[in-house]
């Protein structure tokens, strides 16, 4: 079973390395055709193409000129360790058994606009390129013409070590957008969370996003490795609803 998630824009990368467990990235010779297009960038260019502020713009037109390989633990960090959003707030890494990562290792890939595929031990360096940025390439117009199939094709490779083939989504729709689902290997499941709003039920961003990291968080504690205990979680006042539920979509509500 294979749990896809999206990535965060919030990023640590003062603390020191909570392991020293690590990876590298499989698609880093994508990511630096990418970083050398974001080179040719001025900070003013940066601002427009992704909608920051001048400092942010700043900032991120530091890192793309101050990215380097190879990555080790001086000067990058494991994915899983780094991301610090909504999503992985409720996922206390710091508290994580080597156990834990090396189950995550293996059922966790985390969508991304500059890595295409991301392990959670896969080592990175600080970057801003959401998958919805239009930055053109040779390939195309945005990041998803960019990375075509490659991404698909990475969870399909992934999913070769798994008895139980599975996909588990809870990537928000911009980064899911990158997978194509009709050439997955492997039956697709998404995952809906939604409150009692008003008398309705609704998906409310912050909360989905939240919601997704406590699964993340569920999963990977308890080891989960079949749809049937997916189920069970109920992390946050949250419970499966099978009456709004189908075989591709599952709604967990509160």
């Known amino acids: ?13 003062d603390h020191a390395p909570l392991l020293k467990l690590h990876s590298q990235p499989e698609m880093l010779k994508e990511s630096l055709v990418l ?10 260019k ?24 190879p990555f080790t633990l001086e000067n990058a960090r494991q994915a899983l360790t780094a991301f610090k959003g909504d999503v ?3 996922m206390k ?3 994580y058994s080597k156990a834990d990562f090396e189950f995550a290792q293996e059922h966790v890939r985390v969508l991304s606009g500059l890595y295409g595929l991301l392990k959670p031990l896969d ?11 239009a930055l053109p390439t040779k390939r195309g117009k945005n990041l998803y013409d ?6 698909t094709d990475a969870i399909n490779k992934a999913l070769k070590a798994h008895k139980n083939r599975q996909i588990i ?33 609704k998906i409310i961003g912050l909360f989905a996003k939240k919601a997704r990291g406590m699964m993340a968080d569920f999963i990977i504690k308890n080891r989960v490795d079949s749809t049937k205990e997916i189920q069970n979680f109920a992390a946050g006042g949250y419970r499966f609803e099978k009456s709004l539920s189908n075989s591709q979509d599952w709604v967990f509500i509160r």
């Not at 970083?35 to 003013?44: A, F, G, V």
């Not at 940066?46 to 390989?69: P, V």
């Not at 980064?175 to 009709?182: G, N, S």
């Open 93 to 95: 890494v710091e508290s």
């Open 146 to 151: 960019f990375w075509g199939t490659a991404i």
């Open 1 to 13: 079973m294979l749990l896809l998630l999206s990535p965060s824009k919030k990023l640590d990368f």
């Open 123 to 133: 080592l990175i360096q600080p970057y801003r390129l959401e998958m919805g940025t």
């Open 169 to 201: 989504n809870l990537a928000s729709v911009e980064y899911f957008q990158a997978v194509k689902p009709e050439l997955l290997s492997a039956p697709l499941l998404n995952i809906v969370f939604k409150e009692k709003h008003k008398g309705a039920l």
């Open 88 to 90: 992985y707030a409720p």
């Open 46 to 69: 940066i601002a427009k193409l992704m909608d920051l502020s001048d400092k942010l713009a700043e900032l991120n037109t530091h890192r793309y000129q101050q990215f380097q390989t």
């Open 35 to 44: 970083i050398k297009e974001l080179q040719k960038y001025t900070p003013k």
